[in-house]
């Protein structure tokens, strides 16, 4: 019984990765392709909340890299690394967003794009250091090919850091600046909405649409790595491995590549502007298709005349 449990989610595991893992990394690289176009364009690239989006939207379509014996630590180092850069860029939106909502307009004046660029430059350098722990540590293992560390207090300091940077600090601060946001649109409805214009108001509600969304889907990880890590010293049978790795396997792997892949869609959903851009672009990728296709034609050749 323990085998054939072991083989069905084994098999299982195996059929989604395949299936539901691949089909969600094409949809998360076109979508992230369509998110950088969007925000590309120059109704959206002009705020520096579109700027942010932007960046974190060509942070998201960064593809995986295989795991081999010899970049097994950088490929969990740049999935970490990258994913604190992306939830950084979502926090500094989110600010950004409530500073715009300030009657005071020198906080406003705080929102622009120069100033978006040069922190996120600097936040680009701290998404580098802080994760430098799993370049270090991580090793591969077999015969199960997974990456991890050996070292008990780098483990403990990994589920600290995996509490501290990817829930409780971006979602606590999403959260914040969230309510403190709607708080101030219901204020001061009348005159926010003659200041506003309409691209900050979709670029709010894509935002707080971001942050539910988040918080949602990366609260299960770390606790899911705690109890990894508590359960990797026990004594457990077959069964009970199985069904730990069938799980850690949702969790981590299927339930993240579902987050970065359905960005794209959500912000279809939310945004009226991000729609409407999105239709442009698509006509002329169309139209410049249709354009390629009827342009080539036969031309007719004349053989130059011999001059006897």
Request: net charge positive; glycine share 2%.
């Given at each position: 019984m323990s085998t054939s449990l072991s083989e069905e989610l084994g098999s299982l595991t195996a059929t989604l990765n395949l299936a539901l893992g691949i089909g969600l990394i094409i949809v998360g690289i076109i979508g992230g392709i369509f998110n950088v176009l969007v925000f590309s364009r120059?109704?959206?690239?002009?705020?520096?909340?579109?700027?942010?989006?932007?960046?974190?939207?060509i942070s998201i379509s960064s593809t995986s890299i295989l795991t081999t014996f010899w970049y097994c630590q950088l490929r969990v180092y740049l999935t970490y690394s990258s994913g604190l850069f992306t939830r950084s860029l979502i926090v500094l939106a989110s600010l950004d967003r409530l500073l715009l909502c300030s009657l005071n307009a020198t906080t406003r004046s705080l929102c622009n794009v120069?100033?978006?660029?040069?922190?996120?430059?600097?936040?680009?350098?701290?998404?580098?250091?802080?994760?430098?722990?799993?370049?270090?540590?991580?090793?591969?293992?077999?015969?199960?090919?997974?990456?991890?560390?050996?070292?008990?207090?780098?483990?403990?300091?990994?589920?600290?850091?995996?509490?501290?940077?990817?829930?409780?600090?971006?979602?606590?601060?999403?959260?914040?600046?969230?309510?403190?946001?709607?708080?101030?649109?219901?204020?001061?409805?009348?005159?926010?909405?003659?200041?506003?214009?309409?691209?900050?108001?979709?670029?709010?509600?894509m935002l707080l649409s971001q942050v539910l969304f988040y918080t949602i889907f990366h609260v299960p990880v770390p606790i899911s790595l705690t109890y990894i890590r508590i359960t990797s010293s026990l004594i457990r049978n077959n069964d009970r491995i199985t069904i730990d790795n069938f799980f850690s396997?949702?969790?981590?792997?299927?339930?993240?590549?579902?987050?970065?892949?359905?960005?794209?869609?959500?912000?279809?959903i939310i945004s009226r502007t991000f729609r409407k851009e999105f239709l442009d672009i698509w006509k002329k990728i169309n139209e410049n298709i249709f354009q390629i296709k009827h342009i080539t034609r036969i031309v007719p050749f004349n053989s130059p005349t011999l001059i006897k």
């Open positions: 120059s109704t959206l690239r002009k705020a520096s909340c579109g700027m942010y989006f932007l960046i974190a939207s120069k100033m978006a660029i040069r922190i996120i430059r600097i936040l680009k350098l701290f998404s580098f250091i802080l994760p430098i722990h799993v370049l270090i540590s991580n090793n591969l293992h077999l015969p199960l090919r997974i990456c991890y560390s050996d070292v008990y207090w780098l483990n403990i300091y990994d589920i600290i850091y995996q509490y501290i940077f990817v829930v409780i600090l971006p979602s606590g601060l999403m959260s914040i600046f969230s309510f403190i946001l709607i708080y101030r649109l219901r204020s001061q409805r009348i005159r926010l909405a003659r200041e506003l214009r309409i691209r900050d108001k979709q670029l709010i509600w396997f949702l969790i981590n792997t299927e339930i993240i590549y579902f987050y970065f892949s359905m960005t794209f869609i959500l912000n279809i």
